[in-house]
């Protein structure tokens, strides 16, 4: 039996949350065993923040897991094999950490942090525990985004020769707020780039490697935050690629979505569904066969996947810990390059 433990029950944690019981109606060796949040009214469904994203459903046992507001507490009364950290980010490395120390295995949301050095901690102590420490990194489970890197990597279509990937949509931060503004408060979320662009840049390495460099050009609107909008381009020899992500749109309903030149085809993704327009004039969606991805929800996949590593033993290598801290450490240098009015500067490679 996996006992499992979710920490943060936002609009974020609600929506995982849902993908655990759906998971455990599936897998009779899943235990949801208790949910934790520092506000208790949020531990019985009464969290008013939305997710932006369909599917998912929405949780309908909240009454059948022990509530917890101390997650001290939660982890030493339960001690759970597994704890799904979907907090603000500033909170990642302290509560990841600690559910390490206490020998569970650790699935925490994106950005795994705002600081290398916080990755580090992160990563040394999944190394010293022995257990699985994971980051959300969603897109690595989203059907699109996995069948476009298998023709990145097969060169079915020859190679890339430009990408653009792009986010953002209306957010009511007033009547939709997170817990005490986080994301939109620089020390805490790090702002859309740290939020929302994390996706991009975590989806930009994963796809063609390490940039040379990045420019960026970004703006902050929100009077707290920082980089709210972001316009970034990547510096690889034999490519263009470039995103945009921007949190501040009006009324606009949130979207994502890229657009992939290669040799002999292009591929399009918008409005949740993916295209491509090869060379002779043909025109399909693909099918989706990737044993990655067997539903159309990432979060289920995502989630499933854990769960699969914990049984089996093997280490989750869909998303390393090295990439992950690694788009942390891209962040900082399109901040750098944003803070310079989109001068180049080198990437880590």
């Known amino acids: 039996m996996i006992k499992v433990a979710l920490c943060g029950i936002g609009r974020m944690g609600s929506y995982h949350l849902a993908v655990h019981e759906k998971l455990a109606a599936e897998q009779a060796d899943i235990k949801i065993v208790a949910i934790c949040d ?53 909170l990642h490395c302290g509560a990841a950490v600690k559910a390490l120390e206490q020998g569970a295995h650790c699935l925490c949301e994106k950005p795994m942090a705002l600081s290398p050095a916080e990755c580090a901690r992160m990563t040394d ?83 063609f490697g390490p940039p040379e460099a990045v420019s960026v ?36 309903p949130f979207g994502y979505g890229f657009k992939v030149n290669f040799e002999k085809a292009t591929l399009e993704y918008r409005d949740n569904v993916l295209k491509v327009y090869t060379e002779d004039g043909a025109v399909f969606t693909p099918v989706y066969d990737d044993p990655l991805t067997p539903s159309d929800d990432a979060y289920y996949n995502e989630i499933r996947y854990f769960y699969d590593c914990i049984r089996s033993g093997r280490a989750p290598d869909a998303v390393p810990l090295s990439d992950s801290a690694a788009a942390v450490s891209l962040a900082l240098k399109e901040a750098e390059s944003a803070s310079r009015g989109g001068d180049a500067v080198a990437a880590e490679q």
Not at 181 to 189: A, C, L, S, V
Not at 227 to 242: L, M, N, R
């Open 38 to 90: 520092v506000e208790p009214h949020k531990l019985t469904g009464g969290g008013t923040a939305k997710v932006n994203l369909s599917g998912g459903g929405t949780p309908q046992h909240y009454g059948d897991y022990r509530h917890y507001t101390d997650y001290d507490e939660m982890l030493c009364a339960e001690a759970p094999d597994f704890v799904d950290v979907i907090l603000p980010t500033y």
């Open 125 to 207: 102590a999944a190394e010293r525990s022995g257990k699985f420490l994971m980051v959300g990194h969603c897109l690595r489970f989203w059907r699109e985004y996995v069948w476009l890197k298998r023709c990145v990597e097969s060169g079915v279509y020859g190679q890339a020769r430009g990408a653009y990937f792009w986010r953002g949509g209306f957010q009511d931060h007033r009547k939709n707020p997170s817990w005490q503004d986080w994301i939109i408060t620089k020390e805490k979320g790090g702002g859309a780039l740290f939020d929302q662009h994390i996706h991009d840049i975590d989806a930009v390495r994963w796809l």
């Open 217 to 252: 050009r970004a703006r902050t609107v929100f009077p707290k935050s920082a980089d709210d909008i972001v316009s970034a381009a990547y510096h690889y020899g034999d490519k263009v690629v470039t995103a945009l992500d921007d949190i501040t749109y009006k009324g606009v």
